[in-house]
Structures are given as structure tokens and as C-alpha cells.
């Protein structure tokens, strides 16, 4: 089927929604909630030490201390900060091996069948956060455990509460996963699909702010440099005219994949028009007045002879919540397109700058204005 191809190949989706997160201001609420959910897993091994029911002798007792360390470990991460994409991945497989473990080392085969649901859990932040092919390792995994565990309770004598306990463990850890899994699938591709330009993969309008608001460090002890960069091509209107519009789409295909070359690695770019691109980075004058002048030659690289006009904005914000940043952005990007037009009066390829104006409401918020180019020639 179509679907499960194309979810099988869709690269996950932890980068994605942890900037989601973080743009809601909402990392700091799931750290607390996965740090105390594995702060608990390291809890319980320690304790069935003293159950019947519990690890018994030397392997046991290592295997419950080396789940504990894992559990520990892994909830330190998640206190102290947001894992990386690696980091995460590498939380899931010890998350895997430490399941894994407890359900080998447990004192009695019903006990080892019941700590198979432990693996419902790590299904659950894998559909969450990470691709088709992790969570499908995670679910082999967990019942190549599974069917380990409930042979052992029907060997143990009880076949039929092997066969029962291992279903409802198959519904809970590979089922209720699974089904969540392709339904977030379908609602990321299409809350994805809703912020990016379809022509050239660029982020779009609403995508552009999502993205920027996100680029903007939410714990910074200082006020942060944030420059918007507008860039429109001179005469595109002709260019379409005269070589219709088949032609007019190659050339903003070919731009947008010099901008993103051109761009920083953090940097947010987005088309916002028929021949309009909006730039986004964190940054201090002189670093956004060498992005402007690479955005210029990357349009200027096309095989086509395009040129663009560009105009810059640039002040200090203090906070990357979305309340206060996104209207913050906005006023840049007021400024930058009227900077924009200023160049294109001028006769278009070249940059001019401009602080943005200062917003009524934030008195520590401060523009700062860089200083013009000379104009660059055709």
C-alpha cells in the first residue's frame, strides 16, 4: 500500500516536534514528565530485590543494578536537558535492553510475563517521536521478549494463562503503538504539508514564523540579535511573460535551492510569494550582512541571469516564547520588506538595511540598525 510505503520511508519526526515543543514552551513539561517516568523504572528492580517474585542470586542481582544504572542515567539526560536526535535513539535501545533485561532475570515466569508491558511505554515515545523502522525494532523486540517470557509460563505448568497474559501484553506493546504510530504519521505529514511550499520545499508563510520563533533561544540571559532577511526577485513578471510559467517555476525551484545552500544551518527560509523569500537567523549585524550579500549571489548563480532585491531588519530580543517573539517578528518583517522596496526603487540587486521600529509594549526590546551597502551592480 501507497500510505504504509511512503510512512515507511518518511524520516521521523523528533526534530520536528521537538521544535513544536519548544516553540509552546513545552520542553520543559515533557523533560519532567519522561525524567520521572524513568526516575521510577530505576526505582522498581531495586525493590524486587526483596520480593519473591523478584531476581534471584548473582545474575539477578546484576541485571536488576545495571537496569537501575541504565534508568538512572537516561533520566539525568532528560533533567538536565533536550536530547539530541542521537541522544534520543540511543535512549530507546536502553530503554530496549533494560525491559529486556528484567523480563530475563525475573524470579518467576508470570512476573517476567507481566514485566513485558514495561515495553508499552518505550512503543509509545517511539510512535511518538522517531520513524517507522525504530519503532518496528522496538516491537520485534518486544515480542521476541514476550514469546520467551509466556513459553516459560506454559513450561511453569499454565499454558493457558501463558496464552491469555501474552495477548493482552501483544495489545497493550504492539498494537495500541502501532495504530497511534500511523494515525501521528498521517496528522505530522499533513500539519508539515500545511506550513511548506509545495513548489520548492521551502517553509512557507505560516511555516516561516513557526520556525522562526522556534530558532529564537528560549533560555538566554541576554537579549539575542535576530536579524529577518526579504528578498524579492527584480522583473519576474517579465521573466513569466516571456517565457511562460513552466519556465517561471524552474527559476524559483533553482533559487530556493541556492538560498538554502547559501543559508546557515539554522537558518529559516521560506518562500512567502510568487517571487518572495523570507529569511530568519539568529545572528549579530556583521554575520547577517554576509548572509544578505550570499543570498544576492545565490540568486544572481542561476542559469537564468536573475537578480533580486533585498532588504534587511534586525533587533534584540529577549524572549523566544511564542506570546512575545512572534510579534516581534513580525515588525521585523515589516521593516525588511520596506527596506526591500527601498532597494528595488533604487534599481533592484542590491541590499539595504534598516533597525525595525520599536514596539510600543517592550521597552528592553532595541533595534539595531547596519549600516548600507554600497549598492551592488548588475
Known amino acids: 500500500m501507497a500510505w504504509a510505503r511512503q510512512s515507511w520511508q518518511q524520516p521521523d519526526q523528533y526534530l520536528w516536534l521537538s521544535e513544536y515543543l519548544a516553540g509552546r514552551g513545552l520542553q520543559p513539561f515533557a523533560r519532567s514528565m519522561i525524567a520521572s517516568i524513568t526516575g521510577v523504572f530505576a526505582v522498581v528492580p531495586i525493590l524486587m530485590l526483596w520480593s519473591p517474585s523478584g531476581p534471584h542470586g548473582r545474575v539477578g542481582t546484576i541485571g536488576a543494578i545495571t537496569i537501575t544504572v541504565l534508568c538512572a542515567a537516561m533520566a539525568t539526560l532528560w533533567l538536565i536537558r533536550w536530547p539530541t536526535h542521537t541522544q534520543s535513539e540511543l535512549f530507546v535501545l536502553g530503554c530496549n535492553l533494560g525491559v529486556t533485561i528484567a523480563c530475563v532475570v525475573a524470579g518467576t515466569p508470570v512476573t517476567g510475563l507481566f514485566a513485558c508491558t514495561t515495553f508499552a511505554p518505550v512503543a509509545g515515545y517511539v510512535a511518538l517521536f522517531h520513524s517507522s523502522r525504530l519503532l518496528l525494532l522496538t516491537m520485534l523486540n518486544a515480542t521476541f521478549t514476550m514469546v520467551f517470557s509466556a513459553v516459560r509460563v506454559g513450561l511453569a505448568g499454565d499454558p493457558a494463562l501463558a496464552s491469555g497474559h501474552a495477548l493482552g501484553v501483544a495489545i497493550a506493546v504492539l498494537a495500541v503503538p502501532f495504530a497511534g504510530h500511523v494515525l501521528l504519521r498521517l496528522l505530522t505529514l499533513d500539519a508539515m504539508m500545511s506550513h511548506t511550499d509545495p513548489l520548492t520545499g521551502l517553509h512557507n508563510r505560516r511555516g516561516f514564523y513557526r520556525s522562526a520563533v522556534a530558532a529564537i533561544p528560549g533560555g538566554a540571559d541576554r537579549p539575542v540579535p535576530f536579524a529577518v532577511v526579504m528578498l524579492d526577485l527584480d522583473g519576474f513578471k517579465k ?59 545565490a540568486v544572481a ?50 541590499i539595504r538595511y534598516r533597525g525595525a521600529p520599536e514596539p510600543t509594549c517592550e521597552s528592553d526590546t532595541t533595534a539595531y540598525v547596519m549600516p548600507p551597502l554600497r549598492p551592488t551592480a548588475s
Not at 513569466?240 to 538554502?260: C, F, M, P, T, W
Not at 542561476?302 to 516581534?328: F, K, N
Not at 526591500?340 to 534599481?347: C, D, I, S, V
Open 239 to 297: 521573466l513569466n511573460d516571456e517565457h511562460g510559467h513552466a519556465v517561471g517555476d524552474q527559476i524559483l525551484i533553482s533559487v530556493a535551492d541556492n538560498l538554502r545552500r547559501a543559508s546557515r544551518v539554522n537558518s529559516v527560509v521560506a518562500r512567502v510569494g510568487g517571487e518572495e523569500f523570507l529569511i530568519a537567523e539568529v545572528g549579530d549585524a556583521a554575520s547577517v550582512r554576509e548572509t544578505a550579500e550570499k543570498m544576492l549571489a
Open 301 to 350: 548563480a542561476t542559469p537564468w541571469t536573475v537578480t533580486a532585491s533585498i532588504g534587511v531588519a534586525g533587533m534584540h530580543l529577549t524572549r523566544g516564547d511564542e506570546q512575545y517573539a512572534r510579534p516581534m517578528i513580525e515588525l521585523l518583517v515589516a521593516a525588511a520588506d520596506a527596506a526591500m522596496y527601498e532597494a528595488k526603487r533604487a534599481g533592484g540587486n542590491q
